[in-house]
């Protein structure tokens, strides 16, 4: 099956620094991916979807200048967290969909820790 | 609005007996099901979709429409069924998917 590639996998970073997660399909090409938050015990929340060159959508809550999201290349989408507090603390899924459809691939998540 | 609801945070059988992970959802209009599952310290994986009506490792989920639910069986569990099982729904083929809270299934030896 098609793979996701999420990198770091873990992260610890100073209150008020800025950490860039990256998302890549490996093996095939995402016009969209999507940003999904989870902490723990509960479940995925959808932060934003990346559609490649173009800006990306924040659903309601979600503050884009704070998780900036970038979808540079069909294979590539990046979450910077800036001036990251540790409330944000917590950890980020990326998916990426092939064609058009519903069918979606799953990184294996980031642990961003904010100290 | 549009909302997934997993109303069991744990369920624990023994081997061999049935398990059922109860999902009911909330939705105006035709939305597409989906059964995801993480086992310990794996990504998530897509274990079954409404729309395919298959069976896969012996678990199968029918779409109730009169009662909003899509509930995921299996006759007899198995160990190595353990893990943690999230209930989604995407509206609109846009791949956006809306999760339950998710049901971890503990089966004991």
């Known amino acids: 099956g098609a793979v996701v590639s999420q990198h770091p996998s873990r992260v610890i970073c100073k209150s008020g620094t800025s950490v860039k997660i990256e998302c890549r399909s490996l093996?095939?090409?995402?016009?969209?991916m999507f940003w999904y938050r989870q902490f723990p015990k509960q479940s995925l929340m959808l932060m934003a979807t990346?559609?490649?060159?173009?800006?990306?959508?924040?659903e309601q809550g979600v503050e884009k200048d704070k998780f900036l999201i970038n979808h540079a290349s069909l294979t590539l989408s990046t979450l910077t967290v800036t001036s990251a507090h540790p409330e944000d603390s917590s950890f980020y899924i990326c998916?990426?969909?092939?064609?058009?459809?519903?069918?979606?691939?799953f990184g294996e998540g980031s642990w961003l820790t904010v100290v | 609005a549009q909302r997934v609801t997993q109303p069991e945070k744990l369920l624990s059988v023994f081997k061999g007996a049935p398990v059922e992970l109860k999902c009911n959802y909330s939705?105006?209009?035709?939305?597409?099901l989906f059964w995801y599952v993480q086992y310990s310290r794996q990504r998530l994986q897509l274990l079954l979709r409404?729309?395919s009506r298959e069976s896969i490792k012996g678990f199968t989920a029918d779409l109730n429409k009169g009662e909003t639910s899509f509930h995921l069986k299996k006759p007899f569990a198995q160990e190595e069924d353990s893990a943690m099982y999230y209930c989604?729904?995407?509206?609109?083929?846009?791949?956006?998917?809306?999760f339950g809270q998710g049901t971890t299934l503990q089966v004991k030896p």
């Open positions: 998916s990426a969909r092939i064609g058009t459809g519903n069918t979606i691939y």
């Open positions: 093996d095939f090409q995402a016009t969209t």
């Open positions: 990346s559609n490649e060159g173009s800006k990306a959508t924040y």
């Open positions: 939705y105006s209009g035709s939305p597409e």
């Open positions: 409404h729309i």
């Open positions: 989604a729904l995407s509206g609109s083929n846009t791949g956006k998917l809306i």
